[in-house]
C-alpha cells in the first residue's frame, strides 16, 4: 500500500503559532513541609490556617524507595505534604497549570478546598484507604497537569496541601514532586492540511485520565469491528487476545473493501485475517470472513508475541515476534523464534520461504525482539528497531525489489552518541551487520553490540515521511521520537522531533485551550498522506498523539486525539488510502470498563477484551441519529431535572429502563460518581450535592439495555 508524496509547498503549512512566557508560581524541586509519621492527622489539616510548624520540611521530591531529594519515612500507608505560596490573581492566566508526579494515589487541596483526585476511589477516603492502582516504571516521574480555575485562588498567600496514598502496605515505594504555573497561551495555526473531510480534522480532545469509556473527538464516531472471543467465520476457533498490529490491505486500492490483519500478542502467537467492506448505505463496515492465519508448518515451528509489524508495498503483511528464544524445536539451525514472518492476506498463509521450499522466516532481516518494520515506496529499503536487547535501529537493503528474503544489514551508530536522551550530534553512520550465514543471523544483537551501534531504549517503531522521505522512530524508555535523514552509508539531521516525558505540549480544545504533559511510553506510529504524525502511547495516559509535519520542538504543533479506557492501550493504527477511516485495536481493557455505544447505535461490550475498532469523522460512519437504539429513541425520552441544581436531580422516563448506569464525569473526565440500578426503573432520585461542591458542570452518562443518553448537569 503505497503512500501518495506530496509537497510542503502544496499543503501550505507554514502558519507560525505564538506563545506567552510561562510564569512558574512555585516549581519541582521546591520545599515543603510534611508529615510522616503514619499516624492520620487532625481533620483540619488541610485548612490554609492549619499550624504545620511541627511538621518536617524537604525539597521535592519527597519520598523513599526510588531516587529522591528528601527522604521520608517508610512503609508508610500515607503521607501528608502542604506548601504555601503568594499570588498576585492579575498575573495569573484564567486556568492555572498544576503538575504533579505521584507515586501512588494523590487528593490536592487548594485552601481547604479539594481540587485534584487522581488515582483514587470516589467517597469517604481514610489514612488507610489505597489508591486504585499502583505507578511504575516512568511513570513515577512522569508530572500529571490539572487545570485549576484561578478563581479557586485568593489574593496573598494561598496554600496546597496534598494527602499522598499507597497502592500496599508491603509497597517499596512513595514519592511525590509538584509545580504551579501560568497555563500557556497558544493559538495553534489554522492548518490549511485540514480539507475538512479528512481524518485529521479534529478538535482536541480534553486532557484526562483513563475513564471507562474511549474518548474520541466529538467530530468522529467508532465502531467495533471484532473482538477477543469472537468465532472466526472460517476454519474454526476463537479470535486471539491482546490485540496489536492492525492492518488494512486495500483490494484493489480500494478504501471501501480490503483485508484487516490482527496481530496477537500472545504465547504462542497468533493473526487474525479478516475480509471487510464499507456498506455506503449504512455507512457501517461489515466483516464478511475472518479466520486464523496458518502457522502450524513443521518448518515454522510456531509464531510467539506478534507484537507490531508492517504493510508491504506490494500489499503483504510482515508480522514481528517480539521474543527471542534459543529453542530450536525442529533442528533446522535456527533459534525458533525472534523473527519477521510474510503473510498473503488473500490466503492467510506464510509467504516467506526457506531455501528447499518450505514455510521459513525472513532469516536474512535477523534475529531480535522485533516490534514493527516499514518499506519504502520502491521496496527496496526496509527499516525497524529493537525493543529491548540491542534497543537499536536497523535498515534491510533488499537484493532484489519487492523481495525480503535476501539482502544486506546495516545497524545505526550515532557519530558522537547519545546523552541523555539527546543525539550529541547529528549525524550518524550505517554500519554494515554480517547476515549471509546461519550463525550470523541466529546471533544479530551479539554481532550489532559489538560493532557499536546506538543503543537508545525501547525501538518500538520506526516510519518514513511521505513529505520529505525522513526516518522517523520511537524509543519508548526515552519517551522521545526522532528523526533523520538517510543519505545512504551515512545518516544527517538527527534530532529529536518530538516528546520527552516532562515536555508539555498545548491546543485548543471545546473547552479553551488545555495543556498536558507528554508523558512516558511513545509506541506506534504512523503518518497520513499529509504528513501527520499519529503516535499511540503504551504508557503515560495512553494517548493518540497528532502531530502537524511543521511541528518544532521550539514551535510546537501537537494536538490530542483519544484516550483509551482503563487499563488499555491504543495499538496499530493503518489508513484506508483515501484517508477516511483508520483502524487500530483497543489491546488488555481493565474487566471494569463501561459498555458503549458504537457507530451502529448498538450496545458493545468488550470488558477486559481485547477489540479492534475503525473510526472516522461524523458523516462517514454510521447514521446522524443521536446514540440509542432506533426502538428507544422513538418511545423512550428521559428527563433530569432540575437543571440547574443544587444537588439532588429525578430522572424520569417515559417508560422503563432495565439495568440503568450512571456515570458522572467532570469536564477533564475523571469519573466522580458511578452508580448501577439492577432491574427496571422509570423513575430515580440521583444525589450529586458533593460532586457539584468542587465543579460547576457534570457529564452525566446514563445507560441501560439498549439506550443511552449523555446531559449536562449544571449547578445552580
Known sequence: MKKQLLTIAALGLMINSFFNAQTTIFDQGSSWSYEDSNVAPVSTWKSSNFDVSTWSVGNGPLGYGDPVTTTINSGLLTAYFAKDFTVNLADLTTTMDLGIRRDDGIIVYLNGEEIVRDNMPTGTVTHGTFSNTTIDGSDETTFNIFSIPKSKFVQGVNRISVELHNRSAGSSDLSIDAYLKNTVVITPPVSTTCTGTHISCFTSIIPTSQTSKLIIPAEHKFQMILKEGDNYTDGGGLVGGQNDFTAYVAKNASSTDGYLSVNHETNPGGVTMAEVNYNATTKLWELTKSRA????????????????????????????????????????????????????????????????????????????????????????????????????????????????????????????????????????????????????????????????????????????????????????????????????????????????????????????????????????????????????????????????????????????????????????????????????????????????????????????????????????????????????????????????????????????????????????????????????????????????????????????????????????
Open 293 to 716: 492465519v496458518d502457522f502450524s508448518a513443521p518448518s515454522l515451528v510456531q509464531t510467539i508475541r506478534n507484537c507490531s509489524g508492517g504493510i508491504t508495498p506490494w500489499g503483504t503483511i510482515i508480522t514481528a515476534e517480539e521474543s527471542v528464544t534459543s529453542n530450536d524445536t525442529n533442528a533446522d539451525g535456527y533459534k525458533d523464534y525472534g523473527w519477521f514472518v510474510e503473510i498473503d492476506p488473500v490466503t492467510a498463509q506464510v509467504i516467506s520461504q526457506n531455501t528447499d521450499g518450505s514455510k521459513g522466516k525472513l532469516w536474512q532481516m535477523g534475529i531480535m525482539n522485533h516490534e514493527n518494520v516499514v518499506i519504502n515506496n520502491a521496496g527496496t529499503v526496509a527499516y525497524y528497531g529493537e525493543d529491548g536487547g540491542t534497543n537499536m535501529v536497523y535498515k534491510y537493503v533488499m537484493d532484489t525489489p519487492n523481495n525480503l528474503s535476501s539482502g544486506n544489514l546495516f545497524v545505526l551508530k550515532l557519530d558522537q552518541g547519545i546523552t541523555a536522551g539527546d543525539p550529541v550530534g547529528t549525524t550518524a553512520t550505517w554500519i554494515q551487520v554480517p547476515n549471509k550465514l546461519q550463525a550470523d543471523q541466529n546471533n544479530t544483537r551479539t554481532i550489532a553490540q559489538s560493532l557499536g551501534g546506538t543503543s537508545f531504549n525501547g525501538i518500538e517503531d520506526v516510519d518514513i515521511s511521505p513529505l520529505d522521505g525522513k526516518i522517523y522512530f520511537t524509543a519508548k524508555g526515552l519517551s522521545k521520537v526522532y528523526r533523520m535523514q538517510d543519505d545512504g552509508t551515512t545518516a544527517s539531521q538527527v534530532e529529536v522531533f518530538v516528546g520527552g516525558s516532562a515536555t508539555q505540549y498545548s491546543f485548543n480544545t471545546a473547552e479553551g485551550v488545555k495543556s498536558e504533559t507528554w508523558g512516558s511510553g511513545n509506541d506506534n506510529l504512523t503518518f497520513d498522506e499529509l504528513g501527520n504524525l499519529w503516535v499511540l502511547q503504551d504508557g503515560g495516559k495512553n494517548y493518540i498523539w497528532v502531530i502537524a509535519p511543521n511541528h518544532t520542538q521550539a514551535n510546537p504543533q501537537v494536538r490530542l486525539f483519544a484516550s483509551m479506557p482503563a487499563g488499555s492501550e491504543p495499538t496499530g493504527l493503518t489508513f484506508t488510502p483515501d484517508h477516511k477511516f483508520g483502524f487500530f485495536s483497543v489491546q488488555h481493557p481493565n474487566s471494569t470498563i463501561a459498555t458503549d455505544i458504537d457507530a451502529t447505535g448498538n450496545t458493545i461490550d468488550y470488558k477486559g477484551k481485547s477489540a479492534t475498532m475503525v473510526v472516522a469523522l461524523q458523516q462517514f460512519l454510521g447514521t446522524n441519529a443521536v446514540l440509542g437504539t432506533a426502538e428507544n429513541i422513538a418511545v423512550n425520552s428521559v428527563t433530569v431535572t432540575p437543571n440547574p441544581t443544587s444537588g439532588i436531580v429525578q430522572l424520569n422516563a417515559t417508560k422503563s429502563l432495565k439495568n440503568i448506569e450512571i456515570t458522572a464525569y467532570t469536564l477533564d473526565g475523571k469519573i466522580v460518581y458511578q452508580k448501577r440500578f439492577n432491574g427496571s426503573n422509570s423513575a430515580l432520585e440521583l444525589d450529586f450535592t458533593k460532586q457539584l461542591q468542587s465543579s460547576r458542570m457534570l457529564i452525566l452518562n446514563i445507560e441501560a439495555e439498549g439506550f443511552q443518553k449523555t446531559v449536562k448537569i449544571l449547578k445552580k
